[in-house]
């Protein structure tokens, strides 16, 4: 489960424009043969009600060739399918490619794979006059 997350932020970071670019930001950091899942980003976010959020920007990253994309999966270890056909496999393939194994029901060890970023609290996200909700 993701650690507790303080409002604090690092001051050596420019704050991200939006909610999709603090996603991006903490995904870019995940390293390759690790896995992170959408509930997890959104609480490391200070966002915890936003894992569909999450979902939609990894959706909407395909544009940003540095978001990799496919580290990023569903509570239960699993790549969710709820997109076009062809990119749940991608998805697989990818992560495969990595080193990430999933057993006969497509799951992922999430205890061995799970990344926790050192300082979480870096990724705070602020909320800016354009968005200026909490998810």
């Known amino acids: 489960m993701a650690r507790p997350v303080s409002k604090r932020r690092a001051k050596t970071e420019t704050p991200p424009a939006n909610f999709y670019e603090a996603v991006y930001r903490l995904v870019r950091k995940i390293p390759r043969g690790r896995v992170m899942t959408y509930g997890q980003i959104a609480t490391i976010l200070g966002c ?38 062809e990119r749940p496999v991608l998805q697989k393939m990818l992560l495969e490619s990595e080193g990430v194994k999933f057993d006969a029901s497509e799951t992922c060890n999430l205890k061995r794979l799970r990344w ?18 909490r998810l």
Not at 71 to 78: D, S
Not at 116 to 133: G, L, W
């Open 48 to 85: 915890p009600r936003a894992s569909r959020a999450v979902g939609y920007a990894m959706r909407a990253s395909g544009r940003q060739d540095d978001v990799p994309w496919q580290r990023v999966i569903n509570g239960k270890g699993q790549i969710s399918a709820k997109t076009e056909v």
């Open 116 to 133: 926790e970023p050192p300082n979480p609290e870096a990724y705070f996200y602020e909320p800016s006059a354009e968005a200026p909700f």
